[in-house]
């Protein structure tokens, strides 16, 4: 029934042949394979409706009620709605829904809040950070004097105290908390606590996390914190996109840098799907959703662990694991990220290459793999499966070059798949 409705969607693009053609080949695949990379989801047929609707259209520059275009009146109201249920759905006092995805909306932050050359403390981008956190190719790099905090050695795990020595002698004007590949629970409110002790705003990048905040599986930076980001597309399960949320006193200033700061005519039928998107984090299941997400990444924790895989931090409370391959006894050497994720994929289980804290390799050849549970719980996987899962990736990792047992296992994979079908 659901999967008819999909197809029936794409029924219309049959008169490109090559495109529709490719279009269905991803669509098997992600019907076919175990996709656990922890940025991404599967957002419902609602969702992607919204993208695909007449709102692509129309041409809107401003905001509600304050366009430069006449004929705004639908894109108005839906645009409303969708800012509506953002604060509803954070807590938050202000929403701005235009930026197009999370990079814009960062880089809207640190335009409307600083000067050229301010300093920014944020994560060392190879303890977590994301690129927008200070990249030196990326524009955050270039326009701005980034500082770093990292996780402690030991634990592997951020160290508050030491943040706040770090804060104190740099004195930064911004400080960003939230992350793309730490497994660990973040105290916003010890990092809005430093923030204003040295006189910095608190700025925290939820993309990662955000489902798990509105599904109560991961602590709020609501209401306390200054600024907060975050993508809609990765635990929130919406389309591919990003909103800023804010304190009243920075409403102005952020909507300034957003449009026309930054942006032109905002992408209505992504704003659309966002509010439709918004509207499903709001119902009582997607608390049940967001909880069963960490629990399959304790369960799949546990089980890797057990097979003899070593994890950051020995564990994870959210989404999201990484695994430390240069001390996982069948691989032990640095910079086998990349190998590991090949043999993965070619037993169908979808990860992607990372660095890891203190990583002995380069960027290019990182030591870790990034592992989620987000679209397998969205699929309906529970934690026997990700017992079966766990059982499956530590088979391949402890044995990464066995093409017999990679076909074999997926093989099963394919089996697995066809009963937890979402498209
Ligand atoms: C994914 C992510 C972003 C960027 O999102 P894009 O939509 O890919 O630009 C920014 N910050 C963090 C922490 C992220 O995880």
Redesign the pocket.
Same mark, same amino acid.
């Given at each position: 029934m659901l999967e008819k409705r999909v197809n029936k969607m794409n029924e219309d693009l049959k008169s490109d042949a090559e495109v529709y053609n490719i279009v269905q080949n991803e669509l098997e695949r992600q019907k076919s394979e175990l996709n656990m990379i922890p %940025?991404e989801n599967y957002c419902s047929k609602a969702v992607l409706e919204a993208c695909g609707s007449v709102m692509n259209n129309k041409y809107a520059e401003g905001y509600p009620k304050k366009r430069y275009y006449q004929g705004n009146k639908f894109i108005d109201d839906v645009e409303l709605i969708a800012i509506e249920r953002a604060k509803q759905l954070f807590g938050a006092e202000h929403a701005n829904v235009q930026p197009n %995805?999370? $990079?814009? =909306?960062?880089m809207a932050v640190y335009f409307a809040l600083l000067e050229k050359g301010d300093k920014i403390l944020g994560m060392n981008l190879s303890h977590g950070g *994301?690129? &927008? *956190?200070g990249c030196p190719v990326n524009f955050s790099g270039k326009y701005y004097n980034f500082v770093e905090y990292g996780v402690d050695k030991e634990t592997e795990m951020l160290d508050m105290d030491k943040i706040r020595k770090i804060a104190e002698e740099e004195k930064p004007k911004l400080i960003i908390s939230?992350? &793309?590949a730490y497994p660990r629970t973040i105290d916003f409110r010890e990092f809005h606590n430093i923030a204003e002790s040295v006189g910095a705003i608190s700025m925290a990048?939820i %993309?990662?996390i955000a489902g798990l905040i509105v599904g109560n599986a991961h602590p709020s930076p609501f209401p306390f914190t200054d600024v907060v &980001?975050t &993508?809609t *597309?990765?635990t929130l399960r919406g389309p591919? $996109? =990003?909103i800023i949320l804010c304190k009243e006193k920075y409403a102005k200033a952020i909507d300034k840098a957003v449009f026309p700061g930054l942006q032109g005519g905002p992408h209505e039928h992504t704003i659309a799907a966002k509010a439709v998107c918004f509207g499903e984090a709001l119902k009582p299941e997607f608390k049940d959703y967001a909880q069963q997400i960490v629990k399959n990444a304790k369960a799949l924790a546990e089980t890797l662990m057990n097979n003899g895989i070593k994890l950051v931090s020995n564990g994870t409370d959210t989404h999201l694991l990484l695994i430390d391959l240069t001390n996982t006894k069948a691989v032990g050497k640095p910079g086998m990220g990349k190998d590991v994720a090949v043999a993965l994929e070619e037993a169908g289980i979808i990860t992607n290459a990372n660095t890891i804290p203190f990583d002995p390799s380069t960027p290019f050849r990182p030591s870790g793999i990034r592992v989620g549970t987000p679209i397998l719980t969205t699929r309906g996987m529970k934690e026997p499966e990700m017992k079966q899962v766990g059982e499956y990736m530590a088979k391949v990792i402890n044995d990464y070059q066995n093409s017999e047992l990679k076909s074999k296992i997926n093989n099963e994979v394919k089996e697995l798949c066809k009963n937890f079908a979402f498209y």
């Open positions: %940025s %995805s999370g $990079s814009p =909306a960062n *994301h690129l &927008t *956190h939230g992350y &793309t990048d %993309s990662h &980001t &993508t *597309h990765k591919r $996109s =990003a």
